[in-house]
């Protein structure tokens, strides 16, 4: 089943709030923009919101050391005139408007180096990211047909970051600028706020936890006590491991998405799948886990 516009902002939320817990991805984690980009109104928008940022980014950066302070501004002013053009091109469009846009698109592309790969290939270098990101959302205007793939560019460009400790990628250096991504589906989709969602989301949760109690009815009952049920038999290959090798862990932490894991003394042994829809298919996938091990390693 196709996920909804939901899901997917729900799915980008929560990768925004693993990375503040220190969690990494890959950038592919945000494909997910792609199939919210198909829809022309909202690439335009997203591209403008994200053009919008970029104007309020560098009008508060610093300048970077391999830029002088002419070319800093000259890049400044290129960004605020390409902005305010793709507004009035947004507001009323024109035959007119969109020729100047088009004559936009290469000065912004030529503030950005190159050099010669291997096979000769061409090696794009990024002088400027504000720049980079302004063109990227241009494009979203000018190419309507390819604002799937331009606005997950655009995307990427903007929350990809880098660090020693963790590469390149989504990092917790990236969790503020998921958020704003994640903000303005919230707003396009919901009319809220990324907060204002979030707090709905909490408050339906807490209602569904609270069930109406139901009327006791008097009636005959079957009690069947917990005697009745044999953790060895139904689950022969858990209880082995437990009584002989090593140990399992139910419930996701900090170290690990899995729900259910198998551990010795030597760490990691097996893990099973984020989430389950009852208890019993966790315990069912952890038993052929564990049998399979056994059979691979214990033969």
Same mark, same amino acid.
């Given at each position: 089943m196709p996920e909804t516009a939901d899901t997917r902002i729900s799915?980008?939320?929560?990768?925004?709030?693993?990375?503040?817990?220190?969690?990494?991805?890959?950038? *592919?984690?945000?494909t997910r923009l792609k199939s919210l980009c198909e829809d022309k109104n909202a690439a335009e928008q997203f591209a403008i919101y994200m053009a919008r940022l970029t104007k309020k980014g560098i009008e508060t950066a610093t300048r970077p050391d391999h830029l002088?302070?002419?070319?800093?501004?000259?890049?400044?002013?290129?960004? *605020?005139? *390409?902005?305010?053009?793709?507004?009035s091109y947004l507001e009323s469009p024109t035959p007119e408007k969109a020729s100047i846009l088009r004559k936009l698109l290469p000065q912004l592309e030529l503030v950005q180096g190159q050099r010669d790969g291997p096979y000769g290939v061409l090696i794009r270098i990024i002088n400027n990211r504000y720049v980079l990101l302004t063109e990227d959302s241009l494009r979203c205007l000018l190419y309507p047909d390819m604002t799937s793939n331009l606005?997950?560019?655009?995307?990427?460009h903007y929350a990809e970051r880098y660090n020693p400790s963790y590469g390149t990628g989504l990092i917790p250096?990236?969790?503020?600028?998921?958020e704003d991504?994640?903000?303005?589906?919230?707003?396009?989709y919901f009319g809220q706020t990324l907060?204002?969602?979030?707090?709905?989301?909490?408050?339906?949760?807490?209602?569904?936890?609270?069930?109406?109690?139901?009327?006791?009815?008097?009636?005959?009952?079957?009690?069947?006590?917990?005697? *009745?049920?044999?953790?060895?038999?139904?689950?022969?290959?858990?209880?082995?491991?437990?009584?002989?090798?090593?140990?399992i862990e139910i419930g996701q932490n900090?170290?690990?998405?899995?729900?259910?894991?198998?551990?010795?003394?030597g760490g990691l042994v097996w893990e099973g799948e984020d989430s389950y829809e009852t208890m019993n298919d966790a315990m069912k996938a952890l038993e052929s886990g564990i049998a399979e091990w056994m059979k691979e390693n214990e033969s």
């Open positions: 799915k980008i939320v929560e990768i925004a709030q693993e990375l503040r817990n220190g969690k990494r991805f890959e950038i *592919t984690r945000l002088d302070s002419l070319e800093w501004e000259q890049h400044k002013e290129l960004v *605020t005139e *390409t902005i305010s053009r793709m507004e606005g997950y560019e655009l995307a990427k250096e990236s969790a503020p600028l998921v991504i994640a903000n303005f589906w919230c707003g396009y907060e204002q969602w979030k707090n709905q989301k909490g408050e339906l949760k807490i209602k569904n936890s609270i069930k109406p109690k139901k009327k006791r009815v008097a009636k005959r009952i079957v009690v069947e006590t917990l005697s *009745t049920f044999s953790l060895e038999r139904f689950y022969p290959n858990i209880t082995r491991w437990v009584k002989e090798h090593g140990w900090d170290c690990s998405s899995s729900f259910i894991r198998v551990l010795d003394e």
